[in-house]
């Protein structure tokens, strides 16, 4: 009765395979938990979330950036962008019903000390908070207003969480936690701009699990940023290994912490210099 992760897939469904083979997952025993942006980029985002919904029973996901920004184009309430290829999803015979899967998955799952989310948690937040409010989003986004939600999920602001925070710009801090987040400036404001090697990052930023005052009350597992690559310490475990960029689909058994990976079969999409 394994417990395994996986990092972003993207529609790098071969890959999958080829890894649930290594793993030796058996979906009648063993639970899959996948840290988002299942879809867009890669070649064959329809069968992923096609094989996730035939095996709901045995698989757990959160939601990525890109599960959003599919969910907010289906809805109407944003358009394909250069690079996009979830375009098999949208014209799909059962696109209402996977829409209607992707609204009711999380943008958190807690794990005992253990947390599964796609870009990470906030670091001013204890793992008890982020949960609850991944919750708040999860409840808008299952509600009868999730259109309206969407349409008022984009945007960079506020960039500083204060625990007053109300109604949508509340939300919207939220989803930007927890699907975009790489960096923080020195007072744990967000900085969404910067997406690239950690090496080459401003002086003044910080990786967000390395902000001074995070609390570190539980190992984050993660995706989201394939710029930094396979990394593990007690408090993290960051499994997006870039499969779409030529890289590698990475995967781990979240109790023993043995590595799978596969490597990418070709670079779906091409690294921008």
């Known amino acids: 009765m394994a417990r395994y992760a996986i990092g972003d897939l993207q529609g790098c469904f071969v890959e999958f395979e080829q890894l649930l083979q290594r793993m030796e997952f058996d979906p009648l025993q063993d639970t899959l938990y996948l840290v988002g942006d299942l879809v867009n980029r890669g070649p064959a985002s329809l069968p992923v979330l096609r094989w ?74 204890s793992a008890a908070q982020a949960q609850a409010l991944a919750d708040e989003v999860s409840v808008a986004l299952c509600g009868p207003g999730w259109r309206d939600f969407l349409a008022a999920m984009y945007g960079n602001q506020p960039a500083l969480w204060q625990d007053d925070l109300q109604g949508v710009e509340r939300l919207r801090f939220v989803v930007n936690a927890m699907t975009r987040m790489r960096f923080v400036n020195t007072d744990g404001s967000l900085q969404l701009k910067y997406k690239g090697e950690l090496e080459k990052a ?12 995070r609390k570190q009350d539980a190992r984050v597992v993660c995706g989201h940023w394939s710029a930094l690559g396979l990394r593990q310490n007690g408090s993290l475990c960051a499994l997006d290994t870039g499969c779409i960029w030529g890289g590698a689909l990475t995967g781990i058994d979240l109790d023993s912490g043995r590595l799978y990976q596969v490597p990418a079969h070709r670079a779906y999409q091409a690294l921008a210099e």
């Open 52 to 125: 996730v919904m035939a095996q709901r029973h045995a698989v757990r996901m959160v939601l990525g950036n890109h599960d959003l920004h599919l969910l907010a184009v289906a809805a109407g309430l944003g358009k394909t962008k250069a690079g996009d290829t979830i375009d098999d999803v949208l014209q799909a015979p059962d696109c209402d019903a996977i829409i209607d899967f992707l609204r009711q998955q999380p943008l958190m799952i807690s794990l005992g000390r253990t947390a599964i989310v796609h870009a990470g948690i906030w670091p001013g937040w």
């Open 202 to 213: 401003p002086a003044e930023l910080y990786p967000w699990f390395d902000w001074p005052q």
